[in-house]
């Protein structure tokens, strides 16, 4: 079973940057890409980035498309979300995925 677990968020001014962290275990295959979501109170969870294990394909969604950026490490099953210029509106609780198995979460609170 595959177990994620996520760190690094907290609170940041507007403009400033923080990284997450996802720890992956349990991982029988490269065969899927690893993904981060993020929840804001009241709004559904969305997708926002992923990447494949194999090849390091990246997809990001227009929200955050050149302010985040994702990167894996295949030897160390981690996965990093690395996120610049971050707004306001990027405060939410952050997900790690792979497959159908979710992290608990970590929070990321944008304020002045």
């Known amino acids: 079973q595959v177990q994620l677990v996520e760190s690094g968020g907290g609170l940041v001014q507007p403009g400033g940057s923080l990284r997450l962290s996802c720890a992956v275990s349990g991982r029988a295959s490269d065969a899927y890409a690893i993904k981060w979501f993020r929840q804001a109170p009241g709004r559904a969870r969305e997708f926002i980035a992923g990447?494949?294990?194999?090849?390091?394909?990246?997809h990001y969604a227009d929200s955050v498309k050149g302010r985040f950026t994702i990167s894996r490490n295949s030897a160390k099953n981690t996965a990093s979300l690395r996120m610049t210029n971050l707004k306001v509106e990027d405060t939410a609780v952050y997900y790690c995925?792979?497959?159908?198995?979710w992290g608990q979460g970590t929070q990321v609170t944008v304020t002045s």
């Open positions: 995925n792979e497959e159908t198995y």
């Open positions: 990447i494949t294990w194999i090849g390091g394909t990246t």
